[in-house]
Structures are given as C-alpha cells and as structure tokens.
C-alpha cells in the first residue's frame, strides 16, 4: 500500500480528532507532553490541549494506569501511553486485577485505553520488543487490539477510546513508520473492535494472523500463487479479544487448511486457543492438521542475525504451507 | 480542640458504636456459620476510620481500607448492606461478586479496594485528577495500613499524588502489625512520619485512637486539599487489638502490650471525654446506644432473610454489554451445534 499517512500519523490522528471532539479525552504517559512522546506520537499535544489534558508523568507504570482507572470511573476517557509495552508489566497489577475487574466486582466500569509499542525486527533488545497479549489472553474483562494497516490503527483506536472497558491497544512499531497510506480526508475512519478483516482472499488455505506478520504471511501467499499456484488466505484478525471466531471459522470451514501465524512465543500463543476453537467449531471440515508458525520459546534477542532467527520469516510460513498444501 | 457541636460530637459516638456494635454482629455471624469467606475486623482502630471521615464533605471521595469499616458508615453505606456483603446476598453492594468491603458506590463518594495492597490509592489519584480538570473544590482521602505502604503501588501512588499536587489526604494506620509481621521488621524507621516525609508534603502525627484528634488533623489536611494546596500525610498511631482475621489467634503478640493498648480504648476514651467535658449526658449516651442496638438487630433480621444470588448471574457483568455464553456442557441440547456438521465420509481428510 501507498500513501502520505503512515501507521503512527493515523495513530496520532485518531487520538487528535478523538480529543478535539471529546473533553473528556485526555492523554497520560511517560514524556508524553513536553518532549511529546519516546516516538513523537504526541508531539504538539501539550501546546493544544494543555497540561491537564496532556499529563507527563513519573516513571510509574501502575500508578499511571491507576490514575486512568480513577478517571474512567469519574466519566473521563483516558488514554495511558506505556513508552514501551514491555514496560506494562510493573502495571500488570493495576490491569488484571483492578481495571479487568472493577465492572464484574462493582458495577462501575473503566472504559480506559492503554497503549504503547510492541513487537519485534527493530533490534531491540528483550525489553524493547515484546508482545504481551499472551499475558493477558486469560483475564476475563479485557479487550486486545493489534492494528496491521494505518486505517485500522486510526479507527479500531477511535473504537477503543469509545469504548466503555478497558482496552489494550498495541501498536507495532516495525510498522510505524513502513507503512504508508491515503485514508479518506472527508469520512470518518472508524474500525468496530472485535471484526477481523480480510487481508488477501483464497480457496486453498486460510492463514490467521494479525500485526505485522499480516505482511509476511502476505508475501507467502504472493510467492505460493506464483510458484504453487495455491491460492492462500490471509485473515487479518486486527482484534484479538474478541476474537472473530465466526470469521476464522467460515474461512477455516471454506479452504479445509489453516496455519496461525503470530510473533509471540509459541508455547500458551494465542494460536494455541485459535486453533483449539477451530477443532470445536470446524473439525469435521479440515482436510489437514492445523498448525502453528510462531516465534521461538526464547526471551527477543538483540543481535540482528540472533533476532531475525527468533522471528517468524516469510519461508517459515511458505514452508509450513506447503506441508498443508500437500 | 474539635470544633464541632453538641449533635455531630453525638454522632460522631454514635457512629463509633455503630462500627464496633455491627463488627460484634459479623463476630458471632461468623461464628454461626451465616458468613462466606473472611472477616477482618478493626477493633481499636475505629476512631482513625470514624474521626477521618468525618472530616469530609458530601461531594468528597474515600477509598477505605479492609479495616475502615467506620469510614463507610460515615460515608453511608447501612449496616444492612455490609451484612448482606459479608454474607454474599444477591442484593449486596456487589451482587456477591466480590467481599469485605471491595466495592465502589459513585452515589456516596466510595472507592474500594481491591486485595493487591497499594493499589487503591493509584487510582483513587485518578479521582483527584477529575476533579481536577473538571474544576471541582472536592477532596479524596484514603487510608493505608503501616505494612501496605511497603509495596511499590503505594510509593508510585504516594508520589504521583505528590508529584501533581492533587487534593488527596493519606493516612497510614500505623496499627503495629502487618499480619503477623511486626511493624519494625517491615521497615527500618523508627517513625513512620520519616515514611510521610519522603514525599515532600505536610505530614503529621496524630494519636489514632482518639477520634477527636483525627478529626482535627484531617479536617486541616482536608481543608489544604480544598484550597489547591495539595496532598497531606497522616501517620495516625493505633492498635490492631484482634489477629489479621477470624482464624488468626495473633500468639505473636506480647500480652503486656495489648493490655497497655486495651487502657487506650477509642469509644470508651470518647465516652468519657463526652460526658467529664458536659457535652453529652449519660441518659443522652444512652439513648443513642439503644438506637444502635435496635438498628443493628433490625439489620441483621433482614440480611438473614434476604436471598443468595442465582448460579446464572455470574455470567453478567464483565463487560458493558454481553454475557460470556452458557458453558456448551450445561446447554439443554449439548449436542445441537453439531446438527450443521457434515457426516465423516463427507469431511475428507488427509
């Protein structure tokens, strides 16, 4: 795809337009105001809107989430940058514990957005390249999101802010500034959470996916219908709780073959409850096993050549296909 | 001294009693079985919880802790509706979702906790900050025992509050005993106004088991907050007079020491002081000791009568809309999905 908007301009215009349209959107993180953020998503923010709305904070993840959950609470809509994903974890607490929560418990809901940068390829080291939407698979009152395209990344944020739960939203950052694309100037972008999307159509094999490796497994299904003349589909799943299984399974139900491509580690991945649901809704359909291409059960390591072996390629899924294409 | 009127000083006793009358009542319920789960109670401890909260206005926020049951008959939440959540009723503040007092009602400024300890104030910073941007004089106040201001979401929480300047008064119930740990062995200060002071914020000692006492030093904390000056810390100094919780025998604790805190008794101390200064008369004190009493057995007679939730309803409530599905295996017809499936000779395979 072509275009002057890249991934992280459509993030900033969601957050732009949402806090231009609604006072009580406000943003919160880590050198978010002055310096406008670690990738500049929020620069000129604070000159906007202001310090109250455009809140720097102290190097503290739960006491940031903390505060966007009190706010929920009051009617804001809050939207708590953590500068890295990675860097969730201190507020892990503050997440499953209070934010997933609060509704079940007390009736009062958190309808909050926490966002931040995820995912590998930049050479990042083990803290700056994370996907931690396993960690937070098996808490009941949170929903996921995980963007592939620019306009997905500026509706499915203008959907989370909207909201009336708590929504992690996970941008990956290989893809902030790689892709590029013309989003409508004279409609309003705006992606429902918990639709999958179609990324490339096929009969033969359908490839679930989601974030950046939405690109790879297209680039598989290119070189497959070159070389194979295999025709593969690939499901850009774009949220992840909840998760479309009536998308997966109507694909999975119509080609007979199904890999689940993710970034994450493969042990407790997602992919694994992917495909349990797939043997529950559409076992008698599939003509092959299905089965997992994922990263290895390794921490992200730093060293270029280290990192690119721990990572999903583009031939690990041709190769895993053409076992299915058999 | 306090300076409130002969009826709030008579309010201020009565609320006293209420809290330990209605916790003897959650004592012997427990002791009847009539009880889910646990009871903390707070036993020598009311007159911080009472004495604070009642520094607050209407429009202010509390977010008490598990020994603060005073606070949120302060606050006023019935006794009823505390007896109905210890039991796990259907009409508990929670629907039976959740216990002790893990519960949070907007209608009377209320935040619950939640157990991970130090949590609470991280969000309740979150209020502030609402109150805040909206423009609003209003002020939260929160309690954290000793031993909860040692996890690291009480410090981030402690200083973001600090840090943004936000309408908030703390107070650490140094209460001596976090489970069985003792409080010097959770921390190196000798004072735990050196804690307070970390923080950069007025901070200031005041005698825990005398209500008036609180009531002052955090009506001027609360009124600090009011005019946009900020956060305030208050190490009020108490006793936790029974264990962590019913099965909790507390064998670890000396028994001279709980006799010399068993002299410093919070509701007799303000008895005493209510009728020696002439303010409250006996016959009056009486009065409203038999108005608690009354209260507090009529609560009772309707909590036991009222009814247990249905299985079902914990399907409900985690998001805005939508409950999670009937689990397949408890569905009328297991097998109906099935239908649409094609024969085996149909699926192919490999």
Redesign the interface.
């Known amino acids: 795809m072509s275009g002057t908007t890249t991934y992280l301009e459509a993030i900033r215009e969601a957050i732009w337009e949402e806090m231009k349209t609604d006072p009580d959107v406000f943003i919160m993180g880590e050198d978010i105001g002055t310096y406008g953020g670690a990738f500049k998503i929020t620069e000129g923010f604070l000159e906007e809107f202001g310090p109250d709305r455009v809140i720097d904070t102290p190097i503290s993840e739960a006491a940031i989430v903390g505060a966007a959950i009190g706010a929920a609470h009051m009617g804001f809509k809050p939207i708590a940058e953590m500068q890295f994903i990675d860097f969730i974890a201190p507020a892990f607490d503050m997440i499953v514990n209070f934010a997933a929560k609060v509704r079940y418990r007390t009736g009062v809901g958190a309808g909050l957005v926490i966002r931040g940068p995820c995912g590998g390829g930049a050479h990042a080291g083990p803290f700056h390249s994370q996907n931690v939407e396993s960690y937070f698979a098996n808490v009941a009152g949170l929903k996921m999101v995980a963007p592939a395209t620019a306009y997905d990344a500026k509706g499915l944020l203008k959907a989370a802010i909207r909201d009336p739960d708590p929504v992690l939203f996970f941008e990956h950052k290989y893809l902030y500034r790689r892709i590029k694309e013309t989003l409508p100037q004279d409609e309003e972008v705006f992606v429902p959470l918990g639709e999958a999307r179609t990324h490339r159509p096929g009969s033969d094999l359908t490839l679930v996916t989601y974030g950046a490796m939405v690109y790879k497994a297209e680039q598989a299904a290119e070189r497959i219908a070159e070389e194979d003349g295999a025709e593969l589909e690939v499901l850009d799943l774009r949220s992840l709780r909840p998760l479309d299984t009536a998308a997966i399974v109507e694909s999975v139900r119509r080609t007979g073959r199904v890999l689940v491509v993710h970034e994450a580690p493969r042990f407790g991945g997602l992919a694994g409850e992917i495909i349990a649901q797939i043997c529950e809704e559409a076992f008698e359909w599939l003509d092959t096993p299905p089965r997992r291409v994922t990263a290895l059960d390794t921490p992200i390591p730093f060293s270029p050549p280290l990192e690119e072996y721990y990572l999903p390629q583009t031939d690990d899924i041709i190769a895993a296909a053409r076992w299915q294409l058999d | 001294m306090a300076s409130l009127n002969r009826e709030q000083l008579r309010d201020l006793y009565r609320f006293l009693l209420l809290t330990r009358g209605l916790e003897e009542w959650l004592d012997r319920l427990f002791k009847q079985d009539q009880i889910v789960g646990n009871l903390c109670r707070s036993l020598g401890q009311e007159a911080t919880a009472v004495g604070s909260a009642f520094a607050l206005g209407e429009q202010d926020w509390l977010a008490p802790s598990a020994r603060d049951l005073g606070a949120l008959l302060v606050r006023g939440v019935r006794p009823r509706e505390m007896l109905l959540q210890y039991m796990a009723r259907a009409s508990s ?3 039976g ?2 216990e002790v007092d ?3 009602i ?1 209608e009377l400024g209320l ?2 906790p ?3 300890l ?2 609470q ?13 909206r423009g609003e004089a209003r002020v939260c106040l929160t309690y954290q025992g000793e031993g909860e201001t040692r996890t ?2 009480s410090h ?2 402690l ?2 509050a600090a ?2 300047r936000l309408p908030i008064v703390v107070i650490i119930e140094h209460n001596r005993w976090a489970y069985s740990t003792r409080s010097d062995q959770e921390a190196a200060v000798a004072d735990w106004l050196d804690v307070a002071s970390a923080y950069g914020v007025p901070a200031a000692t005041v005698d825990g088991n005398d209500a008036l006492a609180v009531y002052d030093e955090s009506q001027r904390a609360v009124g600090r907050a009011r005019r946009g000056d900020g956060m305030t810390i208050i190490v009020a100094e108490t006793y936790r007079m029974l264990g962590q919780d019913q099965h909790d025998a507390q064998d670890y604790v000396p028994e001279a020491e709980l006799q010399g805190w068993k002299a410093r008794d919070p509701v007799s101390g303000l008895e005493q002081y209510l009728v020696d200064s002439g303010f409250v008369s006996r016959a009056a004190l009486a009065v409203v000791k038999e108005g608690v009493r009354r209260e507090l057995a009529q609560a009772v007679d309707e909590a036991l009568s009222a009814p247990m939730p249905d299985g079902d309803e914990a399907r409900f ?4 809309r939508d409950a ?1 599905p009937v689990p397949w295996t408890r569905r009328e017809a297991v097998y109906d999905d099935l239908s649409e ?2 024969a ?1 000779s ?5």
Do not use: Y
Not at chain 2, 121 to 133: D, E
Not at chain 2, 317 to 320: I, V
């Open positions: 503040p929670s629907g979702k959740d893990h519960f949070t907007p935040l619950g939640i157990s991970p130090g949590t104030l991280c969000v309740l910073n979150g209020v502030a900050l609402a109150f805040r941007m690291g979401a981030e929480g200083n973001f840090a943004q409530g985690t998001f805005d999670v499936r094609p085996a149909e699926a192919g395979g490999p």
